[in-house]
């Protein structure tokens, strides 16, 4: 799709890449720390604007939640680790609800193996990385939430290479944040990834279960989005 027809028909998309793009390249530069938060928190909170707007069933309105949540955890955690994390922690919530109600009637052994390894070994691997060991047991249950999250992703209806894809992608971007906690603490990494990796993540969740809503339900199309 060109860029005008993106313009024309997805506007909030495009809005929300280039909010991603903006607070990547000016969270280091001398601007107001309030900018710096708006174009952090717009850039997933117009992915949920988009969910609202491209489709009129619950799932949507579940992914709306679920964006919208992220949105202000990505807001939270800059002022308060605690409440963005409580903040994501719904969010997952939401998500797993979501992912749920989308179950593979069946699903290869092998599929179900690489589920169950990114449930269990998510939080487990948060646990271990956290240097301040007194804070390790809440990383891992706010990462049990994570592994479930991804996990219901993996094995549900919604296209694995988008969706599954995605929230893996959200997993990585978390276990670098805990990394940056305590064997990356002195590295360039997680700083380098963490935000690309996160918001591509919720981004190909957005946009996949949206488009594979609107195949599945099309009478449920928002009028103002034909």
């Not at 708006?38 to 709306?64: E, F, P, W």
Request: some cysteine.
């Amino acid at each position: 799709m060109s860029r005008h027809a993106l313009y024309e028909k997805r506007p909030f998309l495009l809005a929300s890449i280039a909010s991603a793009a903006a607070y990547f390249y000016l969270r280091d530069a001398e601007i107001p720390e309030m900018l710096a938060v708006a174009l952090k928190g717009a850039s997933v909170g117009l992915l949920a604007i988009y969910a609202y707007m491209r489709h009129a069933g619950k799932d949507a309105r579940l992914l709306t939640w679920v964006m919208g949540l992220g949105a202000m955890g990505d807001i939270g955690i800059e002022y308060d680790l605690q409440i963005g994390a409580l903040l994501f922690f719904a969010a997952h919530i939401f998500a797993i609800t979501l992912y749920l109600r989308h179950r593979r009637d069946e699903t290869s052994p092998s599929q179900k193996a690489l589920a169950a390894c990114i449930l269990i070994l998510t939080p487990v691997i948060a646990y271990c990385l956290p240097a301040d060991r007194a804070g390790a047991i809440q990383v891992a249950l706010y990462a049990l939430a994570l592994g479930g999250m991804a996990a219901s992703a993996w094995m549900s209806t919604f296209p694995r290479y988008r969706v599954g894809a995605g929230a893996v992608l959200f997993v990585i971007s978390d276990l670098l944040i805990f990394a940056e906690m305590g064997p990356l603490a002195n590295s360039d990494i997680p700083h380098v990834f963490i935000w690309p990796t996160y918001y591509l993540g919720q981004f190909l969740i957005a946009v996949g279960v949206i488009q594979t809503l609107r195949k599945r339900d099309p009478e449920l199309k928002l009028v103002s989005s034909r």
